[in-house]
């Protein structure tokens, strides 16, 4: 596993909230959802789980959660084993499931009275908090509507709201903005932060969006194929991706080269090994090619200048910042997107475990 | 402490289905056609054939225990498609992620589906009273039919739930509700005596738990006779023990 910045001393300290250990389940006898990953999250902070659908986080969240059992390995929540003492770990745990998990045949108000008292929410506690958790995710007014009535974006402030009745130490939350608008999104968003800084309440999130990881998480795993490929901060992750990303579009029609480096054009890139001055590749997409550099500006005409060289078209030629989907490239040698789309290409696990082992 | 919680979930889980039955009793209303059928159709009409009912009472009121029984068996066999609803939802997942036991989950939700039954078994009794039927409405015995329904109710959906966990979907629920609930009726004391049953039938009718419910229900409501209502009970409690243990054993099938 790598590891960025911080080599992280695998011990459990004071600071821990959850500590997974070679924590692996499998299915139906060979299939590996979670193959022995490690990972910490430290108490305060918001973590997330980021990877293509089908890459083992909700599974790894069901199993922190005491939903699922284990194959093997370890989780501890504030130090407490997940399958010895389940009911103990799910008294500090909130949890909201990638489906909405509200009453739909019930009020605002009554799905978290219900929920307070199954947390065993103090009865003199319980009135005030549900009336301030209503105020707070802007619910009040319609805390007797019958959730059905509601919109997506309001089911799932709702089920935030049973965190702030139910105070957990832990908030998990699975896929929380798939089917919501770009505006209940980031409103969402702002209520996790909020959350996070009010009550100091620690969030687990996963998800498949860079941008959502990048803008609400403080570290981050990138998880693939049931393992992790890296841990860390995201503006160190992208730091790690070694600067700046050069989008190189090669010409559909390369007639004007000359017949002879026409058919060695490309593959001689990959066959003389793509020169290391100019800066590393990243990845070759059909025709388009993303060159890892330390300074786009400088590198830019030089790698015009070596493609010409080398008689091949180019058509057109980007800089970009890096994102956390090109630190998912670097990692998990595979686009985010492409991954998500279940292409179970054999070759790209071969190669990710090579790298990751 | 813990057996304080553990009670605390169940009864929330109760009062959870209280309220949206209070929100919206469509349902229950639209299941309270069947029985009323039953009675007002099936029972007046063979109410005129004389020797279908032992010691000398109208058959209406011979089946009036009876259709009580059935009624309150329909809303539990088909519990379990709550279940499949509320886990293909994130619901489930929901109630066993909170620090509530999950056996707790598995006996709130019967006791919940013991309520729907109490709801059918007012409306039952209601429905004979406004036909006119001659039963022995003393308050007693009525809340004894009432307290028998719940625990009917808790035996049969926990039953249900066993069967989710092991089917998995709405639609095989459906199927093997249908090819459960009548035969569980037709081969019990419900509608006819099992006196006149063929000698194979009456084997089965004497394993069904639906007769001993069938038959404290008619003891309290028809003739006053309380001397099998011990056996009654005890077969009841015993097997919805059985089953709800089975239920929480096998939930987890149904979330993984």
Redesign the interface.
Known sequence: MTTIQESISLSESEDTAITVRDLTKVYGGSFRAVDGINFDVRRGEVFGLLGPNGAGKTTTI?II????APTSGEVKVFGIDVTSKP??V??S?G?V???????G???AY?NLL??S????VSREDRDSRIASALEYMGLAERKDD?VKHYSGGMMRRLEIAQALVNRPKVLILDEPSIGLDPSSKKQMLDYIKRLNKDFKTTVLITTHDMIEADELCDRLAIMDHGKIAVIGKPKDLKKSVGGEIITVTLARDQSEAPESSKSSGISSIFASGFPKELGTLVSIENSTIKILVENGDRAIPRIIDYFERNSIGVDAISLSKPTLDDVFMKYANVSLESAGRASDTRSVRRTFTRRSG | MSFQRFASSVFTLAEMEARKIRHDSTELWMRAIQPALWLAIFGEVLNTIRGLSPGGYQYIQFIAPGVLAQSVLFVAIFYGILIVWERDFGLLTKLLSTPSPRSAIVVGKALAAGVRGVFQGVVIVALALILGINLRFDILDVAGVLLIAVLFAMCFASLSMILASLLKTRDRMMGIGQAITMPLFFASNAIYPIALMPQWLQAIAIVNPLSYVVDAMRSMLLTGDYSTLPTDILALIVSTLILVTLASISLKRLIE
């Open positions: 069901k959660t005491t939903l699922i009911q103990e799910r008294q745990l949890y499931p990638q489906a909405i998990s509200v009453d045949d019930l009020s009554e219900i929920f008292k199954l947390f065993y019958l």
